[in-house]
Nanobody
Framework: QVQLVESGGGLVQAGGSLRLSCAAS????????VGWFRQAPGKEREFVAA???????YYADSVKGRFTISRDNAKNTVFLQMNSLKPEDTAVYYC????????????????WGQGTQVTVSS
């Protein structure tokens, strides 16, 4: 089982950028699918992006073209580069990990970080 720690959140103006990091501990991190999810107050947790062991990626329509997920297996870290941020991107962002196939469902991810707050002001 991997342990995950997110960092990089903060307050940014609309149109700005942030890069989130998800640092993992544990063996065989490169074998894991890592997903980013977000949860705004009063809303359900929603899928943002995911990347598998061979760097195949998948994005939610709402972030496609603005966000980029990548991984550095040598550093056991997955990144989420967020550009052209909008106020509706405001949420707590979580990274999560699972084995095998990419998935957009948070229910199938086994390990979760504690979350990092992203606030986009208008």
């Amino acid at each position: 089982q991997v342990q995950l720690v997110e960092s990089g959140g903060g307050l940014v103006q609309a149109g700005g950028s942030l890069r989130l990091s998800c640092a993992a501990s544990g063996r065989s991190f490169s074998s894991y699918v890592v997903g980013w999810f977000r949860q705004a107050p009063g809303k359900e947790r929603e899928f943002v992006a995911a990347i598998n062991w061979s760097a195949i990626t998948y994005y939610a329509d709402s972030v496609k073209g603005r966000f980029t997920i990548s991984r550095d297996n040598a550093k056991n870290t997955v990144f989420l580069q967020m550009n052209s941020l909008k106020p509706e991107d405001t949420a707590v962002y979580y990274c999560a990990a699972k084995l095998h196939t990419l998935s957009v469902s948070p229910r199938v991810y086994d390990a979760w970080g504690q979350g990092t707050q992203v606030t986009v002001s208008s």
